[in-house]
């Protein structure tokens, strides 16, 4: 596609249950980024792809927090056992290379309630 | 701890007054300093990025001034229109890794 595409746009999931955001880079970009923005605030850095491996994963919260890119393209974040402060819209990138020039999806709204 | 730290939260300018934004950062790994805007409901959209060999660089109404020796860039939006109302935020990147964002500036311009 044109631009990064991330489904849902929406969701709202009961406190405690498992959720999958998924993120369709652009084609060919190798760096893949997921990022969370809380209301009024700035994107907070989760984890890098470089390819299928996750180059940097230093962002994510704990361990209820969970990535995979498997054949370099398609990403998927997994949350488990979701808490009413995970909710926050959650921002996919992609670029090239490592360098600047990302380009960012429209986000995912996660309202845990 | 804030590596980019953006002032002011928000603003209001009148149609065709100068918008200002300052950021300031302390990692002098930063190699590279991009601005975002982001409608409501939309992911950031670059908008005009330095590097610090370069102590100014425009793009139509749009000017990043680097002061390398203060660890501090700006955005000026010079004729602001009233479609340039959006959140603006500054970024830096150290070694082409991750990209770490100041807090943003609302800026709103009244017709």
């Known amino acids: 596609g044109a631009g990064v595409s991330q489904t849902p746009s929406n969701k709202v999931t009961e406190k405690g249950k498992y959720v999958e955001l998924r993120c369709d880079p652009i084609s060919g970009h190798t760096a893949l980024y997921w990022y969370r923005q809380s209301l009024g605030q700035g994107p907070e850095f989760l984890i890098y792809f470089q390819g299928t491996g996750a180059a940097d994963d230093s962002g994510l919260p704990n361990d209820r927090f969970f990535a995979v890119r498997p054949e370099g393209s398609v990403s998927t974040l997994k949350i488990q056992r979701t808490e009413r402060g995970d909710s926050a819209v959650y921002l996919c990138?992609?670029?090239?290379?490592?360098?600047?020039?990302?380009?960012f999806g429209s986000g995912t709204r996660l309202t845990v309630v | 701890q804030q590596q980019v730290k953006q002032s002011p939260q928000s603003l209001i300018v009148q149609k065709g007054g100068i918008s200002i934004i300052n950021c300031a950062y302390e990692n002098t790994a930063f190699d590279y300093f991009p601005w975002y805007q982001q409608f409501p409901g939309k992911g950031p959209a670059l908008l005009i990025a330095i590097r610090p060999d370069v102590s100014e660089k425009k793009e139509g109404r749009f000017t990043i001034s680097f002061n390398k020796s203060a660890k501090q860039f700006s955005l000026h939006i010079m004729d602001s229109q009233p479609g340039d109302s959006a959140t603006y935020f500054c970024?830096?990147?150290?070694?082409?890794?991750?990209?770490?964002f100041g807090g943003g500036t609302r800026v709103l311009v009244k017709p």
């Open positions: 970024a830096a990147i150290a070694a082409g890794n991750k990209l770490t």
């Open positions: 990138a992609s670029s090239f290379d490592r360098g600047g020039g990302y380009t």
